[in-house]
Every structure is written in structure tokens, then in C-alpha cells.
């Protein structure tokens, strides 16, 4: 799965498939967009038996992610309402991929689906997000999500800080960032004004911190047959307790949108996939526990991926070790007496019975219910026995009465 395979795959939706070519107008301008190279790329290759591809809506979409629109195609009404059916379907066609990629993911495991899903095939589509939120195609680098810099001030900010991230520069303090930017954006006269919309954006940036960790409760040891214990917690560093988050902020994207977290679990690899999940934060924190029985011994080491499906630059990373040991050393073994042992299975195979006991009470209830219930419709229906039936038991005695 790659990012430029992504608008081929929506282009087989039936909303995406009625937007067809209006005129000789249209027509020019598709064919024009559609020699961009990128566009090409797009565009997949039509296979024998399978319907026809409408290309319309893969030219627009990339053109909008490419700025490969003229002054005179954004006059154009038809085209721009088009344009704005595919803006805001998209961020439900990704959720639908995602679902059912999952979905794929655990059928896979199940032995249900020969189709082997990985966390790249999840991150493929996570990225294409980011990129339509942030104008991502075009605008590469992160931090140019923030007001006022381009490509140039990105490389100036990026070697102040030895490639340090834009989550890294988020998270230093007001008088800190507004040194680097007095220095970056040195030339410009209104240094101040770029400060104060900067700070704007980095308080409505969704800053979390990801921590992860393994073990077994109330065990220093972990040993094969233990249930592993996975804690996650999430905490915003700005959203102060009561507050839930606001829209997205984008330079590109026109339409409101929330956005979205999602926990990878994988390895160092990004090849394999213990579990994905969609995380919905909608307060200051947010805690998970994952609980698995341990079937073997060795080192399990795995990575926990917090990523944000609007945002480029602020996903999380956190890597989880441990060593699980055959036998434990240190662990004291309780050893019950005989008499004990023999109390609790006798106490288990009574409540056992208890409960086939009432398992047969209540078939036998259902069983009466139903046979009442035959009764009242065979009276409603003029069918039902003159001698009313006042003890109704079993279907083979109540058919007998009724006979």
C-alpha cells in the first residue's frame, strides 16, 4: 500500500464514481491536470472485467493536494462543489479503511484472511491524512503547520536546533522559541506578529506524552504462563482538566474536522502488528490496560506508536522490554494442604451443578412462555380449544389438551 495508490481506492466509492465530466470545459482541464506526473501515478490501470475507473475525481483530488489548480478552475462553481463533495467524504473514507483494515488485521490472526496486514499498511493511510489536513505533498516539513514559515525558515529553525522535532520545539519554553524566531525570521519587520500567531497555534496543537509500561502484578519475575500486564496512559500537556479539544488547525484543510488517535502496537520494524486501536481523548488524560498470557520464554520487546491522523511531527513513540524467564528464582511457592485442595474442588463441582440446575429451571420456564404464547394466538385466531387450558406444561401435553 503506498500514498499515491490511496485516491484510486477511493475513486471505486459510488459517491466518488458519479461525479462524471459536465462538459468540453472540464474535459480540458482534467486532460491538462492529468499530465502531472503525480497524477499519473495516481491513476490506476484499468483491469479486464472489473468496472471502468472514473478519473475525475483522483484529477481533482490531486490537484488540490498538489496546487495544480489555475485562477480560472477555482472560478469555476461546478468544479469547486465537486471539489468539496471529495474534501469532506475523505476523512470518513479513511475512517472506513482503517475499520476495516483492523478488521483485516484480526481475521488474518484468526486464520480468517490470507490477507496479512502490517503497522506500514496502517501509517500509509494515517500519512495520507496528515498530508490532506496539512498540505502535506507540498508542504513537507512539519513546521510549516506554523504560521509564517516556509521552506526556507524550516531548514534556518531545523539546524538552530540540531533536527530536533516540531513536538521538541513545541514543548520548549515561550522565551526560548521566541529567541529561535527573532534569529530565523531575522529580516522580516514584524518578528512580534509572527512570535504571537505562532504561540496561537502551538496552544491549539494537541501535545501529549505516551507512557508505556509492561508487567505482571504483585511479581518482580515475569514467567511463562504470567499475565502480562500492558499499562498505556496518554496526557495533554495543554489541555487543562474539563477542556476537550477543538478543531483541527490547518492552512489547507477548509472544512472543521476533529482529529483522531491511534495506538500502534509493532516492532522495531513496522512490520508486524499486535494490535491497532482508535483512541478516543477526549479529556486531559486517558489510561488503557492490555492483559495477554505469556506462552514463551525470551525477550518480547515491542513498540507503542501514538499517532495522530491531522497532525505531522507530534506522534509519540515508546519502547517496551521484557524478559520472560522459564522458571522463577526469587517467586515463593504457596503450597495449599490436602484437605484444602479438596475443599475447593468439592466447592467447585457444587456450584458447577448449581448452575445446570438453574440452567434447566429456566429452559423449563422459556419452554411454558412459549407454549402460553402458542395458546393466546390460536385464541386470537378463532383455533383455540373451547375448554380453556389452565395448567400448560410441556408443547407434547399442551398439543394433547389442545387435541
Known amino acids: 500500500m503506498l500514498g499515491k495508490h490511496i485516491p ?8 466518488f464514481s458519479r461525479l462524471k465530466v ?6 480540458a482541464m482534467l486532460t491538462r491536470i492529468k499530465q502531472n506526473d503525480e497524477v499519473k501515478e495516481a491513476i490506476p490501470k484499468q483491469k479486464e472485467g472489473r468496472p471502468a ?10 490537484a488540490y493536494m498538489y496546487k495544480l489548480f489555475k485562477d480560472e478552475d477555482k472560478d469555476n462553481e461546478a468544479i469547486q462543489k465537486d471539489l468539496e463533495e471529495i474534501l469532506r467524504a475523505i476523512p470518513s473514507y479513511i475512517d472506513i479503511m482503517l475499520s476495516q483494515t483492523m478488521a483485516l488485521s484480526q481475521a488474518f490472526k484468526q486464520g480468517k484472511s490470507p ?30 503547520q506554523l504560521p509564517y514559515f516556509d521552506q ?3 531548514g534556518k529553525m531545523k539546524n538552530k536546533l540540531n533536527g530536533k522535532t516540531l513536538f521538541n520545539y513545541c514543548m520548549m519554553k515561550p522565551e526560548e522559541r521566541k529567541a529561535l524566531v527573532n534569529e530565523v525570521f531575522a529580516e522580516k519587520e514584524n518578528k512580534e506578529e509572527i512570535f504571537n500567531e505562532q504561540e496561537k497555534c502551538i496552544d491549539a496543537l494537541p501535545l501529549v506524552k505516551l507512557t508505556m509500561t509492561a508487567f505482571v502484578e504483585g511479581e518482580d519475575e515475569i514467567v511463562v504462563g504470567d499475565i502480562l500486564t500492558c499499562k498505556m496512559r496518554v496526557d495533554y500537556y495543554n489541555l487543562p482538566k474539563g477542556t476537550k479539544p477543538g478543531y483541527v488547525h490547518s492552512k489547507h484543510y477548509p472544512y472543521l474536522k476533529k482529529d483522531n488517535w491511534f495506538l500502534i502496537i509493532t516492532d522495531e520494524t513496522f512490520t508486524g502488528l499486535a494490535a491497532i486501536e482508535k483512541l478516543e481523548v477526549r ?26 491522523d491531522s497532525y505531522k511531527g507530534l506522534d509519540q513513540f515508546s519502547k ?13 511457592t504457596v503450597e495449599y494442604a490436602k484437605e484444602d485442595i479438596k475443599a475447593i474442588k468439592e466447592q467447585n463441582m457444587l456450584a458447577a451443578a448449581l448452575m445446570e440446575e438453574e440452567e434447566t429451571d429456566e429452559d423449563e420456564a422459556d419452554e411454558v412462555d412459549e407454549n402460553i404464547e402458542l ?19 410441556s408443547k407434547k401435553e399442551t398439543m394433547n389438551q389442545m387435541d
Open 283 to 308: 479529556d486531559s488524560f486517558f489510561e488503557k490496560e492490555f492483559k495477554e498470557r505469556i506462552s514463551r520464554p525470551g525477550k518480547i520487546s515491542f513498540t507503542a506508536i501514538l499517532t495522530n
Open 53 to 62: 475507473i472514473q478519473v475525475k475525481p483522483i484529477c481533482l483530488l490531486m
Open 375 to 393: 395458546m393466546n394466538k390460536l385464541k386470537a385466531a378463532g383455533l383455540a380449544p373451547e375448554k380453556e387450558v389452565k395448567d400448560v406444561g
Open 22 to 27: 459536465r462538459n468540453k470545459e472540464e474535459l
Open 320 to 332: 517496551v522490554e521484557v524478559n520472560v524467564v522459564h522458571e522463577a528464582k526469587n517467586r515463593v
Open 115 to 144: 490477507k496479512k496486514i502490517t503497522a506500514k499498511n496502517i501509517m500509509t493511510l494515517i500519512q495520507f491524512s496528515q498530508n490532506l489536513m496539512q498540505g502535506g505533498w507540498i508542504c513537507k516539513d512539519a513546521y510549516q
Open 8 to 15: 484510486g481506492m477511493f475513486a471505486q466509492s459510488s459517491e
Open 152 to 154: 526556507v525558515s524550516c
